[in-house]
């Protein structure tokens, strides 16, 4: 058994311990005494604890640079030879993804206080408890340092998950669109536990560490390689699940079903990057352990992630809910992440999962808030809103800068490194990739700008009623006000971090680019000119193509579908692939399958238990024949046993 | 073991005719001429009986067996015929095989008898059999005697209750 | 089968020909119960096999001497005519199960018409 390094301060413990309290908290007492603002308060209050102690945690981390580790594990219980044990694992990347969850967490339950104000106390407390839920779950999962304890967390992420997307469950998309997320992270779930049964297999080690040293003396005793990938690609498949790449990345549009907070927090910036997360813990571990330049496995996450990236990056510019633009925009930077872990590792990979979170919450955020002042997602009957909600305006464009990465801002410097590490790979794969992502950068900068002329500039086209059909009340807007504070606030902090979460301000220093990815141990190295200039250059080009398009109108976009023509239709339906899921997998052959094995169930299982009960019954009617009532033929068969008897005496040998 | 010429001449007369009296009350399919060959076959009983030097024994059997078993018999055939006299004693389907049981439980029995060493040696021709009968039944078998008087009047009352008219 | 006094066997009657004639009447009285069909037949020949059995066991108590019984141990001398008395308690229980049996085929006549013994079949399958 691998033994800590350091053992973590006891208090450590608190950071999934507060939210579960809340959690606690909220269900049995709140909720029965009918309190609503309270539950959104306790959550609050739990969630600032665990922020503030996982900067705590982060100080701690600092002085031991990219070595530093501190452990703490309680045995759990045992079976057979495999010790379970439940632990805290505080290293650079727990602690920086901590800060990530925990301040997210805490922004998006505020703005919930106001945007859920509506809801009975029942749903509210309901809501708070779901997310605190969350959050202990989410925390559990990156403090892990075990595999029992990450899928454990993982299904439990999950699970809140399902719960979130389907909170209004009376609708019945929702409750659709939160069973199609489960089963879909399922699938994914599957082959992540095939392949942590296959690491037990071969390294006879639950934990990260154990496992790390077995596989590596595995590898230098001559094990080929292949099993390594193997057990690589199938613990992926979790992540594929999970961070909604291709192909099970079909559940993440639908799951925009579940109001905007749930979305922002849970589809945005934690959830959905626990895949990104596992990948980068597990990076030492199974995807790269010799600290080779690349491995297949990594290839194999490299292209799936730029693969996914370019497929959502064209289905987001044809999108009319703006969440679903949105949702295609984190399929697509998760996919970007993914690339970035497999070309220049966890730091670069991390790296931008860090950013992304801030602004893509900001994003949806700020659709909420749209939607609180329109009541509608549908851009197509939103506009104009610039003159009426300014700060909701400046945030989304802040927002949108950061992710086309426009330098200075985080989405930059992040993005940039992802490009230029896939490009400095030797591999002719990563070249292809790195075109790749020029592509999809310019085609984030578009479908992020369109969203914000197509909802902010222009003429403000009705909202709700327009979407309803009343085109008569074409409202002109004079009740459309900014939303409350509550709501606003967290957007301008959000704002903030957009801007400088390339950086760590600490004890009055700044640290730069360099001393993170110091930090999260990757290389160093001046900042590529070309890469960047392109990258910006992209950037400019798709914010311009947006601008032409949708301000502008010199080309009107239904033209430009038309030009497109089978093209446009192939991505609008999202190439048809919920089709091929739902109806041709699941409507024929699934239910196909489930005829047959219903036949078969039917006609032989039941057939055979039939079968021995008739046959049964069959040589009962046979026996039974031999009561024929005659009591003389009864006691022929005596006198025949007697002769019988009689007979073995007579012949007996004598004594 | 006795080779008196007049014993010899009386057990195999007896037993020739008790032998066919049974066969004939078997074979007979009147009913009637059955229980008539019966009492012949009880009567030769008791002959045998007296040959056996067995005479309140075989006092007894003609006293209970042809005075009151057989008129019972001849009571039952009374209230119970219904088909014509010369058929009412018919063999069913299965004589062959009754008849193959009761001829390979003769060859045993007869087997076993031959082949068995008894020890034989007793003399009671001296005794007065009567007297050591009435002897024994008050004193050594006094409860069993008890117990068949009791067992009698089970009897009666039991076919009684069984036959009466309700 | 030693036979000291050198006559033939047929006239030096001995147990061996009672207990066979005893056998001859069994199992003609076997014969008998198994395929009459009239019910007071059949009971007529059960009285025939009870009658078998007793001349059997009168012969033995004539022939088997007490000693040789191997019952030790009663007061007074052992009574040498322990078969007698048996064929006596038989012919009393064969009494009484005859008028029983009698009882019983004239309770089954008024209810169901008939004495043959295969007509009363209700037991069947």
């Not at chain 3, 030790?72 to 064969?94: E, R």
């Amino acid at each position: 058994m691998h033994e800590a390094v350091n053992p973590a301060p006891a208090y450590f413990w608190l950071i999934p311990l507060l939210p579960f309290a809340s959690f606690i908290l909220i269900s049995f007492v709140l909720i029965p005494l009918k309190q609503k603002l309270l539950s959104g308060w306790v959550t609050i209050a739990a969630v600032f604890g665990s922020m503030v102690l996982a900067f705590r945690a982060l100080l701690f981390v600092i002085p031991g640079g990219e070595n530093a580790r501190f452990e703490t594990n309680i045995p759990w219980f045992t079976i057979g030879e495999a010790h379970l044990e439940f632990g805290i694992t505080i290293d650079p990347l727990s602690s920086v993804t901590m800060i990530l969850v925990t301040v997210v967490s805490l922004l998006v339950q505020i703005y919930s206080q106001a945007y859920m104000e509506d809801e009975q106390p029942r749903a509210y407390g309901r809501y708070y408890a779901y997310m605190s839920l969350f959050t202990t779950a989410m925390l559990v999962l990156v403090l892990a340092n075990n595999f029992v304890q990450l899928y454990m967390s993982w299904e439990l992420v999950g699970l809140c998950s399902y719960l979130l997307i389907g909170f209004w469950f009376q609708r019945p998309s929702a409750a659709a669109a939160a069973k199609k997320a489960f089963v879909v992270t399922r699938l994914g779930d599957l082959g992540f536990l095939v392949g942590i049964l296959m690491v037990y297999y071969n390294t006879h080690s639950l934990s990260f560490d154990g496992a790390r040293e077995k596989i590596i003396e595995m590898l230098n005793h001559g094990t080929s390689p292949t099993i390594i990938t193997i057990m690589a690609v199938l613990l992926f498949c979790g992540a594929v699940g999970k961070s909604a790449q291709f192909p099970l990345h079909v559940w993440l549009p639908d799951a925009m079903e579940g109001p905007t907070p749930v979305s922002a927090l849970i589809h945005a910036a934690t959830m959905v990057a626990a895949g990104v997360y596992m990948v980068a813990r597990l990076y030492p571990t199974v995807f790269n352990p010799l600290h080779q330049e690349t491995t297949q496995a990594l290839l194999v996450v490299g292209v799936i992630g730029g693969f996914t990236a370019l497929l959502a990056s064209t289905m987001g510019l044809v999108a009319y809910d703006i969440k679903r633009v949105m949702a295609y925009s984190t399929i697509a930077q998760l996919g970007f992440a993914m690339l970035g872990l497999a070309s220049g590792g966890v730091a670069v990979g991390i790296f931008h999962l860090f950013n992304h979170g801030f602004f893509k919450t900001l994003l949806f955020l700020t659709a909420g808030s749209c939607h609180h002042a329109t009541h509608t997602f549908d851009m197509r009957f939103m506009g104009g809103l610039r003159k009426y909600m300014p700060v909701t305006y400046l945030t989304i464009v802040v927002a949108s800068l950061s992710l086309s990465g426009i330098f200075p801002l985080s989405g930059f410097w992040s993005k940039d490194e992802i490009l230029a590490t896939a490009m400095h790979q030797h591999h002719i794969i990563y070249q292809v990739l790195f075109w790749t992502g020029i592509v999809v950068a310019f085609m984030t900068a578009f479908y992020s700008f369109r969203m914000i002329f197509m909802t902010f500039h222009g003429e403000y086209r009705g909202g709700a009623e327009a979407e309803a059909g009343h085109t008569d009340a074409v409202d002109h807007g004079h009740h459309l006000h900014e939303s409350p504070p509550l709501i606003t606030v967290p957007l301008l902090i959000l704002m903030v971090f957009s801007i400088f979460s390339g950086y760590v301000f600490l004890n009055g220093k700044t640290y730069g680019l360099e001393n993170y990815m110091h930090f999260m141990g990757g290389h160093e190295g001046p900042v590529d000119m070309f890469v960047a200039i392109l990258s910006t250059v992209v950037a400019l080009a798709g914010i311009a193509g947006a601008w032409a398009v949708y301000q502008a109108k010199m080309v009107t976009a239904e033209s430009i579908g038309r030009f497109f023509g089978p093209l446009y239709s192939l991505v609008y339906n999202k190439y048809y692939l919920d089709f091929l899921y739902e109806k041709v997998i699941c409507a024929w052959i699934l239910v196909g399958i489930g005829n047959l094995l219903n036949l078969f169930d039917s006609a032989i299982v039941d057939g055979i238990v039939d079968g021995v009960g008739k046959s049964i019954r069959g040589a009962g009617g046979i026996v039974r024949r031999v009561e024929t009532g005659q009591l003389q033929a009864y006691a022929l068969a005596i006198f025949a046993g007697v002769v019988v008897l009689l007979g073995y005496l007579a012949l007996m040998p004598k004594r | 073991m006795t080779n008196d010429l007049w014993y010899n001449l009386a057990f195999y007369g007896v037993s020739a005719v008790l032998i066919l009296a049974s066969l004939l009350v078997v074979v007979r399919t009147s009913i009637v001429h059955s229980a008539l060959f019966l009492v012949v076959a009880f009567g030769m009983t008791a002959g045998i009986f007296v040959l056996l030097h067995a005479e309140f024994v075989a006092a007894v059997q003609v006293l209970v067996y042809v005075g009151a078993v057989a008129i019972v018999v001849l009571f039952g055939i009374m209230m119970t015929h219904r088909a014509y006299m010369a058929e009412s004693n018919a063999t069913n389907q299965q004589w062959l095989w009754a008849a193959l049981v009761s001829l390979a439980f003769l060859i045993c029995g007869v087997l076993v008898v031959v082949f068995t060493p008894w020890k034989t040696g007793g003399d009671i021709t001296k005794l007065d059999t009567t007297m050591e009968i009435g002897k024994v039944l008050f004193n050594t078998y006094a409860l069993p005697f008890e117990i068949v008087s009791v067992l009698l009047l089970a009897a009666t009352i039991g076919a009684i209750v069984v036959a009466r008219e309700d | 089968m030693p036979n000291p006094s050198g006559l033939p066997i047929a006239l030096e009657i001995s147990l061996n020909h009672f207990l066979v004639l005893s056998a001859i009447l069994f199992s003609i009285g076997l014969f008998g119960a198994l395929s009459k069909r009239n019910a007071v037949a059949i009971l007529m020949c059960i009285e025939l096999m009870l009658n078998s059995v007793n001349i059997a066991l009168v012969a033995f108590a004539r022939f088997i001497p007490p000693a040789s019984a191997g019952v030790t141990g009663f007061p007074g001398s052992y009574p040498a005519l322990g078969g007698q008395i048996f064929a006596l308690f038989v012919i009393a229980v064969a009494a009484a199960e005859a008028a029983v049996g009698l009882g019983i085929v004239l309770a089954v006549y008024r209810n169901r018409r008939t004495v043959a013994a295969d007509n009363i079949d209700l037991m069947k399958w």
